[in-house]
């Protein structure tokens, strides 16, 4: 994601350390989550719960690469896509 940052928003983002990293900073908690499976056993990653993805809450995450301008164009399409959407303002 750093690398995209940089080639199409022309921003330079901290590289992620690793998945956990990177989702613990995307732009709404609905949308950090992981789920990957080794050994044949599922693990699930969400650092903000997964209360918000069953309610349809949308919530930004604050940090520095998040802006209310990202958050509110993400809530915009989102709203095209999907009926109900429980929205918290940023």
């Known amino acids: 994601m750093h690398l ?17 990293d990177a989702i613990d900073q995307w732009i ?14 599922i693990k699930i990653y969400a650092p903000y719960g ?19 301008e990202l958050y509110h164009k993400k809530i915009a399409s989102w709203q095209k896509r999907f009926e109900n959407l429980n929205i918290i303002e940023w």
Do not use: C, P
């Not at 209360?51 to 930004?60: L, N, Q, V």
């Open 50 to 68: 997964l209360s918000d993805i069953f309610s349809k809450t949308i919530r930004s995450i604050k940090h520095k690469a998040n802006s209310k």
């Open 28 to 41: 709404a908690t609905v949308q950090a989550i992981g789920i990957t499976k080794k050994n044949n056993m």
């Open 4 to 20: 995209w940052e940089k080639e199409n928003e022309n921003k330079n983002i901290d590289r992620y350390t690793n998945s956990e």
